[in-house]
């Protein structure tokens, strides 16, 4: 029997809610396969359909009941879901395409952020900002370029999974770019955060210390050399010892707690959880160990995943799609161009690399889903006051077509390789 | 890059908690296991030593930042933990034992609870209960009684699965009984709360009506018939079904989902989860995917059943057993004898089983942890202001010894039959 405080989630309710989540993510998963589309779309849909929107089931927005255990429970999916990718990886290949991930990460930071800012610009010309504080133009442009720079990694990491392409070159490059991409978005947060604050100051200038920049490079870099480092010197003597315990299953949960303490030291540098649990991965897959981590990491994998993948659907609130609500049109038009450059300004830095054989295509689109990583960015925007709630929408919206727009593209740009591939052969 | 609001318990402090308490469990258990007592002995003391009272790192009061979370996913522990133990328990050995595990759910409730009842008259003659309200007295018995008729099958369970016992004779009459147990103390809660109303009314009438009583037996009762025999109706065409899904990790998550859904329709009729997912583990033991689920199963129950244990031994206050401390001796002083009470009233229990070659001893003992059901009593005791915050201590007290001696106590219990098992050979 069970007596729970009214007031609280109750543990029944959470029961029923964690139920639906992955019976109906893995029917909406099976669906998308039946169309061949990667599962991961479907897990998407499934969260609209279960989300604040529609059926209400799972908690969508902050504040919720219920809200924050879903929140953190899909943050331990994915960082799951990148320290599993991370034992997939080897070091050596990431670094070996180090340099061409660097150029990917640059072009797919810059010119999506330059295309953003033009844009802005370019609505203030047309009088789509009427209405807002003059001021503030140059703030939202800034602001929304910066939004256009994230990458979601999870998204393609997932689809190159599903696809066992994650031993590809592209997706190599893809990871190391988004890594970097990671490093620069903190950057880019912090950067976009302080002009923020020197602007709300009053003093009218926007100022930033490059002695500050120059912190958070040194911060979110040296925690990732440090723990690679670290870790590969540790990692063998500590899974050996491991070896020899002989309780019920201890190599799992430390690799599991192995995953999360480095989550939780990237999270203290500011960096995103999920690059300390990829950087714990690609620690573990030099370790003798990685074979079983791998096989008994698969199952809580799979519960824990989906979590993520439907409360990034839940976020969207698809009343704001409704085209018969004239106050949606603004914010549409608005998403629509953003949505454009958004695709357009990663699409480009696919086609900075050079080498033979590697699909540029691919690799431009596994760089285009903004994911939770754009809507962290536009929540900054929102609660600084810096965007209003429709440009908010707005860019909500972009980041969530081009979350839902990457997985397919990136199949057919893959099968076009494989036809490629056998022509070749 | 994660931005978080600083009232919420973070993301980042759910994962070092995690991680602790993985690393930390595991640590004792080996000990545990080392000296050679049951693991889960080890991930207790491991939740005493995370807990509020030590190290603070485990949330383990409610109302503490992140209890809340942790509360629930110690509930999807023990309800995945019973789930696995049901699919490995084989429904018509269960009918098989029915009427021996009655007969032992039924001595082991009535007995603690005469017991437990005299004690505390006896208590009053000694003058321990002085400067409470007379007029409370036999409520405060009733309810004390009632809180020694609880048994924790959770924590049994592990230790006869650990032991790899969960297909004798003795481990099948448990289960039994602790089906039966956890009905019978559903309607014991009925009455006692119903009780205490009634006398709270002020009409000094002690009153429940036998509709009531009669009512809860039939909901739990008919829970169980209708969700096994729709269950076996329905679950061999369902995971025919699922067999014909491609889609990544399905069979899991629908054998998961089931379980889940399970445990909150037995919510709902007012019976523990854990007694649902037990139930959905017997309807899956059925079928012929049981096999492969049990097998990926295995992981997910490994991550999430350490942290029930934990937060069972997080909820211990050692200070109170400090007995420098003068206010703790009347606590401990109480809590020792209901504890003796509470470990012969459930050993006598053992001994009405008749059938030859069953350990009678081993039956006894493993009836006796109180753990959580245990606490659930006692904190109804609290908030309805029927036990003072001294007598609610001394019968925390007791839940905990119990909870903590069963382990050793069952695996000395076993070794004795494995000696005679050994001789008769």
Redesign the interface.
């Known amino acids: 029997?069970?007596?729970e405080?009214v007031s609280?989630?109750s543990?029944?309710q959470?029961?029923?809610a964690?139920?639906?989540i992955?019976?109906v993510?893995?029917l909406f998963?099976?669906l998308a396969?039946r169309i061949k589309q990667p599962?991961v779309l479907?897990e998407l849909v499934a969260g609209i359909i279960l989300g604040g929107s529609v059926l209400a089931v799972v908690p969508s927005v902050?504040g919720m009941s219920g809200y924050?255990?879903f929140?953190?429970l899909a943050?331990?999916g994915v960082?799951i879901l990148l320290f599993e990718i991370g034992l997939e990886t080897d070091l050596k290949d990431l670094i070996r395409v180090g340099f061409t991930s660097t150029i990917v990460a640059i072009v797919g930071v810059v010119v999506p952020f330059a295309l953003g800012f033009g844009s802005i610009l370019a609505f203030e010309k047309f009088g789509l900002l009427s209405g807002i504080d003059p001021s503030l133009h140059i703030l939202i442009a800034i602001t929304a370029g910066a939004t256009l720079t994230a990458t979601s990694v999870g998204i393609t990491a997932r689809v190159l999974s599903?696809m066992n392409r994650l031993q590809s070159g592209e997706a190599k490059i893809i990871l190391g770019a988004a890594v970097i991409d990671?490093i620069l978005?903190?950057i880019i947060?912090g950067v976009v955060s302080g002009l923020i604050e020197s602007s709300k100051s009053g003093s009218g200038e926007m100022a930033i210390s490059a002695a500050g920049v120059g912190f958070i490079i040194l911060k979110a870099f040296g925690f990732l050399v440090v723990a690679i480092i670290i870790g590969n010197l540790t990692s063998k003597r500590l899974f050996d010892l491991i070896d020899k315990?002989?309780?019920?299953?201890?190599l799992?949960?430390?690799a599991?707690?192995?995953a999360?303490?480095f989550?939780?030291l990237a999270?203290?540098v500011?960096?995103?959880?999920i690059v300390g649990a990829f950087a714990a991965g690609l620690v573990l897959a030099n370790t003798n160990q990685f074979k079983p981590i791998e096989e008994?990491?698969?199952?809580?994998s799979?519960?824990f995943t989906?979590i993520f993948f439907v409360m990034v659907g839940a976020a969207v609130d698809i009343r704001v799609f409704n085209p018969f609500v004239s106050e949606n049109i603004p914010i549409l038009l608005i998403a629509l161009i953003l949505f454009i450059v958004a695709v357009v300004g990663k699409f480009v830095s696919g086609w900075t690399v050079f080498q033979k054989g590697i699909n540029k295509t691919a690799i431009g689109i596994g760089m285009i889903p903004r994911g939770e990583?754009g809507l962290?960015f536009a929540?900054?925007g929102l609660?600084y006051g810096v965007f209003t709630s429709e440009l908010f929408s707005a860019v909500t919206v972009m980041v969530m077509l081009t979350t839902f727009i990457a997985p397919p593209l990136l199949k057919i740009a893959f099968s076009g390789s494989d036809e490629e591939a056998e022509e070749s052969a």
Chains 1, 2 share one sequence.
């Open positions: 029997m069970s007596v405080e609280h989630y543990v029944e959470f029961f029923i964690f139920a639906l992955l019976i993510s893995k998963g099976e396969e599962s479907g902050s924050e255990i929140h953190i943050e331990v960082a599903d990671d978005g903190l947060l315990m002989r309780v019920r299953g201890v799992l949960l430390f599991l707690a192995f999360l303490i989550s939780y999270a203290l500011g960096l995103a959880p008994r990491l698969k199952p809580v799979d519960v989906p990583v962290i929540q900054v609660t």
